[in-house]
């Protein structure tokens, strides 16, 4: 069938919107027609050429929600007119990572997605004898796209599309990171480093967790009320710290007794190696956890002296917030219809599918929090 799609053609370029070519679902696959996705960071860190499984052509986006329009033979966890959220960290229940019930890191068709491909090996996107790769099994970006069965989470059909894809990605994110990840407890002490559509649901996770001391930490003054919309009880920008932000951080945390300072976690949600650091190092001697969301470029790395370890600090990550795709996205969902969690306020812009460029433009200045193309 045709679709239309905005294609990553080139490293570095603008997206293309045009018409492609979509076959439909194999054996253990569904096709879905996407109604609404949200543009990640992500998206234009692998677009930017900075990502090191990058590859191009590609449909990219992995932020939708959309309907069940067909299945392939042998699917029978969702049918025709299902509501669902495509998931790049599927939920197979089946490999060793999944029934571990250590990670969310399922390694069904872990290898297969990296290339690009759906799990037999082949694109079911092209432009006539040219095919064009899947971006994090979703490619979102096209108005249908084809999924493995385990790679969607059946929703609520009353939710709206155009707010719960931001599920998809950056609400789960950043709220998995602080439930499933950190575990943060009531009363607790934390720093987000990053204010943007990661940082912000990180500090309305930790307002649902409980935390009383929630300090964010932005370059742009400007999140400042962004964070404070969401449960923020401080802010401070590293420009106007002055050289070492962490003793100043340190400081601001200083709780007890013995007036030994830092938070009871911290996180980064920007991407940045010395930002990392900062969080790590800002975090509590003795049990502090520093949580890395954010994704760096191809050979960046992170460091710090190993005594800030030894000294019982604990530097760990999180993909797509811990949270298993099929079991924790439909109650999230769910979270968002009670008016649990919010996330509305936080799409600040809306666009079709022509105008995708814009959402990139947006996120460039620091002017949106998440764009949504609505097809
Ligand atoms: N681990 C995971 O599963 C996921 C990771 N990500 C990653 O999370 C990061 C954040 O994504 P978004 O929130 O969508 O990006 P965004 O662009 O909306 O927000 C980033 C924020 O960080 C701030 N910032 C940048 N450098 C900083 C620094 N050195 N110190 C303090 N603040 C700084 C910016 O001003 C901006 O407000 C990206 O690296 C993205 O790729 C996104 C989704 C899932
Ligand atoms: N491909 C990159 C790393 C990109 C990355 O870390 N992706 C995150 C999700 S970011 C979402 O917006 C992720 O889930 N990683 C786990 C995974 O298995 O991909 C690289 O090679 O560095
Ligand atoms: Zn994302
Ligand atoms: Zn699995």
């Known amino acids: 069938m045709d679709v239309r799609a905005a294609v990553a053609v080139q490293a570095g370029k603008p997206l293309e919107v045009m018409t492609v070519k979509l076959e439909g679902p194999k ?5 879905v027609e996407v109604k609404a996705t949200g543009i990640c960071h992500t998206d234009d860190f692998t677009l930017s050429g900075a990502d090191p499984e990058g590859l191009f052509p590609a449909i990219l986006g992995h932020e939708g929600a959309g309907i069940v329009v067909d299945v392939g033979p042998g699917v029978t966890s969702v049918k025709k007119g299902d509501h669902v959220i495509p998931l790049y960290t599927p939920e197979c229940r089946e490999c060793p990572s999944c029934l571990s019930r250590k990670t969310n890191l399922c390694t069904a068709i872990r290898s297969t997605q990296g290339q690009g491909v ?6 079911r996107f092209s432009i006539g004898k040219d095919k064009i790769h899947h971006y994090m099994g979703c490619s979102t970006f096209a108005n249908y796209t084809v999924l493995p069965e385990i790679a969607v989470a059946k929703v609520n059909p009353d939710a709206p599309f155009d707010k719960i894809c931001y599920i998809g990605c950056g609400v789960t994110t950043g709220i998995g990171a602080v439930i499933n990840t950190a575990k943060v407890e009531i009363g607790s002490t934390a720093i987000v480093f990053g204010l943007g559509g990661i940082g912000l649901n990180v500090i309305q996770g930790l307002r649902l967790a409980g935390a009383d001391m929630i300090i964010g930490v932005d370059l742009n003054n400007d999140k400042k009320a962004w964070g404070e919309r969401f449960g923020m009880t401080h802010f401070v920008n590293p420009k106007e710290v002055g050289d070492d932000i962490v003793p100043y951080l340190v400081n601001m945390t200083k709780r007890g007794a013995d007036q030994i300072g830092g938070a009871d976690y911290t996180f980064d949600c920007t991407g940045n190696t010395r930002a990392m650091r900062q969080a790590l190092e800002a975090s509590h001697r003795g049990w502090g956890k520093s949580v890395v969301i954010g994704v760096a470029g191809a050979g960046q790395e992170i460091s710090t002296r190993p005594f800030q370890l030894v000294t019982g600090r604990s530097w760990m990550g999180t993909a797509f917030g811990g949270a298993r795709g099929r079991t924790d996205v439909p109650k999230i969902v769910d979270w968002y219809m ?9 799409i600040t812009h809306t666009m079709p599918l022509e105008d995708i460029n814009k959402g990139f433009e947006l996120m460039h200045g620091g002017e949106s929090i998440r764009s949504v193309v609505i097809y």
């Not at 054996?27 to 096709?31: M, Q, S, W, Y």
């Not at 759906?118 to 694109?123: E, F, V, Y």
């Open 27 to 31: 054996a253990g696959e569904v096709l």
């Open 118 to 123: 759906m799990p037999d090996g082949t694109s």
């Open 338 to 346: 009670e008016g649990k969690i919010e996330i509305d306020p936080m």
